[in-house]
Structures are given as C-alpha cells and as structure tokens.
C-alpha cells in the first residue's frame, strides 16, 4: 500500500494558485504558485503557530508537520 503524503494539496483561490495543509492541521493553509512553494509558506505558518502550542504533545506534533511541510517544498516538483 502506498504511503500517502501528509500535505493536502488544492486548487487555490485564483487560478494560478495552490493551497495546501496538513491533515492533522487543516486549517492552518497556505497558498503558492506551486505546490512546493505553498508548502514553504506552510512550514511558516506552521512554525508560527508554534507559539500557541501549550503542551509538548502539541508542540511534538506540529514540529512533526513543520518538517513534514519543508520535505515536501524540497522534494516536491515544480
């Protein structure tokens, strides 16, 4: 069975736009004019929303998609 990627991808609000999220985040979403560069816009705003984290479960678990964000934009193709 193949292993689905944990970053969602979609059609953004314009046409020439990608949105994506996390699944366990989805409503933390970010936009680019490609995939990958949606994804590094959401490993920013996952990073940010860090701060707002208030167990270290939580904490663990957006690190986990912070760098599950970042794989994706490096070794997404344009």
Known sequence: ???Q???IVRA???AHTTSVHHR???EIRAE???P???A???ANQLTRALDSALTTWRRDTM???VADAQAFAVNKPE
């Open 24 to 26: 366990d985040f989805p």
């Open 40 to 42: 590094a816009h959401l």
């Open 63 to 65: 690190s986990r998609a």
């Open 1 to 3: 069975m193949a292993e």
């Open 5 to 7: 990627s944990p970053i």
């Open 36 to 38: 990958a560069e949606a």
């Open 32 to 34: 680019g004019a490609t």
């Open 12 to 14: 953004g609000a314009t």
